[in-house]
């Protein structure tokens, strides 16, 4: 039976929050771990300048980033967790696909319909107005990214399903081509990953600035908590858990026995302000091991950087060899 290929990849904008962790940090540190198959984790900085213009920004993130899923267990041991500027034969492949890419495909990409649609409804005459390449040819990175590993399995949220499509499309016009070359990948979406609303009921977003960072100091991760929005139901009012933030994220981290105990506490009308209090508490029991090792991490990059440098070398015993197979299918080849 073949293994299996896993890879996913982190945008570096922003610092890492609790919707992050449940959502999809959580389930990678478990899958890290599983010998069964192979994954690679990779951090998207070239990614990252699309959508950032700070360089601050981006270098800070791909910190806090790094040195979050390392302090939340990450087995950099067995999973392949790199850098993506740090392998050369990602840019090098996003050209070679991006010559292989028809513009009617990257027209269809959900992210440039959305900035056109932007202007169209801002009244700019421009429909292009602001709009990058970076942007515009976004997908066609993450393809270079997908394809430069052998990944057979993308786990991916539904908006991202497209961007796996599409590398599959650019896979097979490749190998219509020059052969069967490069390995089509599928996308894997999991409908029970857990999606959390953030401080005002929205999805948490670092885009609605709603998000409670997931490594933020005890005072201020209370402070967070406090901050949730609740309806204005009394004490000893008996309380829904349905539509309930406060509920939702205490069930993605606690025991199924632990959720029916609040769900009894529901019923019996606990206070907003004593509910908030039990999920801080719950929260910050859970998180203080791996806070304490973020903040070493955080406070020594170099140990951060000698992760990424490692898993970049063994991400390179892959790419290096399989862009050189590459290379020579197009006719790009030594002459003698």
Not at 268 to 284: S, V
Request: aromatic share 8%; glycine share 6%; net charge negative.
């Amino acid at each position: 039976m073949t293994q299996d290929i896993y890879l996913t990849g982190i945008t570096t904008t922003g610092t890492p929050h609790i919707g992050n962790y449940v959502g999809a940090i959580r389930p990678c540190i478990a899958a890290s771990k599983d010998a069964a198959n192979k994954n690679y984790y990779f951090l998207a900085d070239y990614h990252a300048l699309a959508k950032n213009d700070d360089p601050d920004k981006i270098s800070q993130s791909t910190l806090e980033i790094a040195a979050a899923w390392l302090a939340l267990g990450m087995d950099t041991n067995n999973a392949v967790f790199y850098r993506q500027s740090d392998i050369p034969e990602i840019p090098e492949l996003t050209w070679i696909l991006t010559s292989m890419t028809a513009k009617g495909l990257m027209n269809r990409a959900h992210s440039y319909k959305a900035a056109v649609q932007a202007n169209s409804e801002g009244g700019n005459k421009d429909a292009d107005k602001g709009i990058t390449m970076a942007l515009y040819s976004y997908p066609i990175l993450m393809a270079a990214d997908i394809l430069m590993f052998k990944a057979t399995k993308v786990p991916v949220g539904r908006d991202q399903k497209q961007h796996v499509e599409m590398a599959r499309d650019i896979a097979q016009r490749f190998n219509h081509h020059f052969g069967d070359v490069l390995v089509l990948p599928e996308p894997v979406i999991d409908k029970d990953t857990a999606v959390l609303a953030g401080l005002d009921g929205r999805k948490m977003s670092k885009s609605y600035n709603n998000t409670i960072p997931l490594f933020a100091a005890e005072k201020s991760f209370r402070k967070r908590i406090m901050k949730i929005k609740t309806n204005s139901l009394e004490p000893g009012e008996p309380k829904d858990t349905q539509d309930s933030t406060l509920f939702d994220i205490y069930k993605a981290f606690a025991t199924p026995e632990e959720t029916a105990e609040v769900e009894k506490l529901y019923a019996e009308g606990i206070a907003w302000g004593e509910m908030k209090q039990r999920l801080f508490e719950y929260l910050n029991d859970h998180i203080k091991p791996a806070r304490d090792e973020y903040d070493r991490l955080m406070a020594d990059p170099a140990i951060v950087e000698a992760e990424l440098l490692k898993g970049a070398a063994r991400a390179r015993e892959v790419s290096a060899p399989y862009l050189e197979q590459i290379r020579s299918a197009i006719g790009i080849r030594k002459l003698g």
